[in-house]
C-alpha cells in the first residue's frame, strides 16, 4: 500500500477525532492508514487539554471532584462526543440481544436507548470516581491519568484499523480505517 507523508495522516487523525481546525485534504486508504497511526497524538493532545482543565480547577482551589468531572468533560468536548456515541451504540446494540443485522441497525439509529444511557452512566460515573481518587493522591497522578487513558484509548483505534479486522458495517468511517494499519 503507498504511503501518505506524515502530514497527511497527522491531518486525518485531528480532523476526524477532535474539533481542532484542521483540514483533511485526503480521504483515501493512505491517508486513513498514516491517520490512525497518529491517533495515539490526537490522543495525547486530547489527554493534555483534558488534565491542563483539572489542573486549573485544582490550582484555583476546586477539590479532586471539580477537577475529575472538568478532565471527563473536555475530552467530550473535544472530540464532539464520538467515543461516548460509539459506546452507547455499542450498549444498545449488544443490549437489544437481537442478531447482528438488526443490533447493527440499531446502533445506526440517532437516538440512544436504555442500555446506552445505562452505559454512559455507570462508565462517566466510574472515570470521575477514578480521576477523583488519582487527584487526590497527587495533582500529577490524576493528570497523568488523563493523558495516559487518552493516549491508550487512540491506540486502540491503531490496534483495531489492523489487517485482518474487519469493519462491522460496509460504509462510514470504521470501512475507510479497516485494515489500514500493516499487523
Known sequence: ???????????????????????????????????????????????????????????LGAGPPLAAVATVAVPAVLTRGLHLDGLADTADGLGSGKPAADALRIMKQSDIGPFGVLALALVLLGQVAALAQA?????????????????????????????????????????????????
Open 1 to 59: 500500500m503507498p504511503t501518505a507523508p506524515f502530514a497527511d495522516g497527522l491531518r486525518f487523525a485531528f480532523g476526524t477525532l477532535t474539533v481542532f481546525p484542521v483540514e483533511v485534504t485526503r480521504w483515501d486508504r493512505p491517508a486513513a492508514r498514516g491517520g490512525m497511526l497518529c491517533a495515539p497524538l490526537a490522543g495525547l493532545a486530547v489527554g493534555a487539554a483534558s488534565a491542563a482543565a483539572g489542573l486549573v480547577l485544582l490550582a
Open 135 to 183: 487527584y487526590g493522591a497527587s495533582w500529577t497522578r490524576g493528570a497523568l491519568a488523563a493523558v495516559v487513558s487518552a493516549v491508550v484509548a487512540r491506540l486502540a483505534l491503531t490496534l483495531a484499523a489492523r489487517t485482518g479486522v474487519p469493519a462491522a458495517r460496509p460504509e462510514g468511517l470504521g470501512a475507510a480505517v479497516a485494515g489500514a494499519v500493516p499487523a
